[in-house]
């Protein structure tokens, strides 16, 4: 099979932030290892999204976290790129016709982190602090926590919010412990939260690459670079998040893990106004991980209510 070469680079389509060319390099390292090609043998390609150009408004209000990915998919099944990579947390559960996620990399801390200027920690906010943040998910789980704090609009990449917390806009905010990872941007003050008091987002910390259908050379070098973990752990989660209808604009935690051969699941969902917290968790088998999901997304559902989701319509 041919193999990309510098006269026919691979192209590798990814969002133009810090961070989402901190993803596509890191996949072109890896691509580059697998096959021992150099980096000449792959073009990086920059597409600006719906959701990098409006940052002035919520994403609810907008279309959703789709606006991160539409413009990359139209590239790729036109034949403008090859692959793209994706932050798996802003991936809708279902692809374009003629799409596929097949590749996920080994994935990064799945924690969120508090940061604060002044090195604080969460439980050190006073009463009625500012908390910035564009997460609905963050949002709920804070004021179920903590229901005196003030939650503000907070979009943008990693050093957009680092600049509005240093402009007074918020006294504190959310990031993924993953993203400053990927960074390295050891020098930002944050406390990690521990999961079982902050139930991430689906998918959380974890690198996606999308395909076209029918690819056998990207199918071919994909599954090379492919984490096998990972992507038992996000069919479990997905699934979960799918069968709730769910998207970055719901308050719904996940996260699976793995112990041995058994896979344990924790999922959530909430009450934008964090009024209301529904949680549940369990373990199955590794290769019942997807239905397993599924099952515990409708349980959750049934005790629920209908009324509960009010707020979706």
């Given at each position: ?12 389509g ?7 060319l901190a ?16 980096e000449e ?7 600006k999204t719906?959701g ?6 919520p ?6 976290k789709g606006?991160?990915?539409r413009?990359?998919?139209?590239d790729?099944l ?15 559960v279902?692809q374009?016709?003629g ?5 996920y990399l ?18 050190d906010?006073?009463?009625?602090a500012?908390?910035?943040t564009?997460?609905?998910r963050r ?10 704090l ?7 990449n ?13 006294e504190a905010t959310f ?18 939260i521990e ?6 987002a689906v ?15 990207a ?10 973990e990972?992507?038992?752990?996000l ?5 979960f ?8 604009e719901t308050?719904?935690g996940?996260?699976?893990t ?6 344990r ?8 106004d ?5 949680s ?5 088998a590794?290769?019942d991980?997807?239905?397993f ?7 959750l ?7 509960f989701?009010?707020w979706?319509?």
């Amino acid at each position: 099979m041919n193999l990309p070469n510098p006269s026919k680079p691979l192209k590798i389509g990814t969002r133009g932030s810090l961070l989402a060319l901190a993803q596509a390099y890191e996949t072109r390292r890896r691509l580059m290892a697998a096959f021992d090609l150099p980096e000449e043998a792959f073009e990086i390609v920059v597409i600006k999204t719906t959701g990098d150009k409006v940052l002035d408004r919520p994403l609810k209000e907008i279309g959703g976290k789709g606006l991160f990915t539409r413009e990359i998919e139209d590239d790729m099944l036109s034949g403008k790129i090859d692959i793209a990579v994706h932050s798996m947390k802003d991936m809708p559960v279902a692809q374009p016709d003629g799409l596929a996620l097949t590749t996920y990399l080994p994935r990064e801390d799945v924690r969120d982190a508090f940061v604060a200027l002044d090195g604080g920690k969460l439980e050190d906010l006073r009463e009625g602090a500012v908390v910035g943040t564009s997460s609905l998910r963050r949002k709920a789980q804070l004021l179920n926590y903590r229901p005196d704090l003030q939650i503000v609009e907070f979009r943008g990449n990693v050093q957009t919010r680092l600049k509005k917390l240093a402009d007074g806009v918020a006294e504190a905010t959310f990031l993924a412990m993953a993203g400053l990872n990927r960074l390295n941007m050891t020098e930002v003050p944050r406390t990690a939260i521990e999961v079982e008091a902050m139930l991430p987002a689906v998918a959380q910390g974890c690198i996606g690459i999308e395909q076209r259908i029918g690819d056998d050379m990207a199918s071919h070098m994909l599954e090379a670079i492919h984490d096998t973990e990972s992507g038992q752990r996000l069919a479990a989660e997905r699934a979960f998040l799918a069968a709730l209808d769910g998207s970055c604009e719901t308050p719904i935690g996940g996260l699976a893990t793995l112990e041995g051969g058994t896979l344990r699941l924790r999922g959530e969902i909430l009450r934008p106004d964090g009024s209301e917290v529904l949680s549940d968790e369990g373990t199955c088998a590794i290769e019942d991980g997807a239905a397993f999901g599924t099952a515990m997304a409708e349980k959750l559902r049934a005790q629920a209510g209908e009324g509960f989701f009010s707020w979706l319509d």
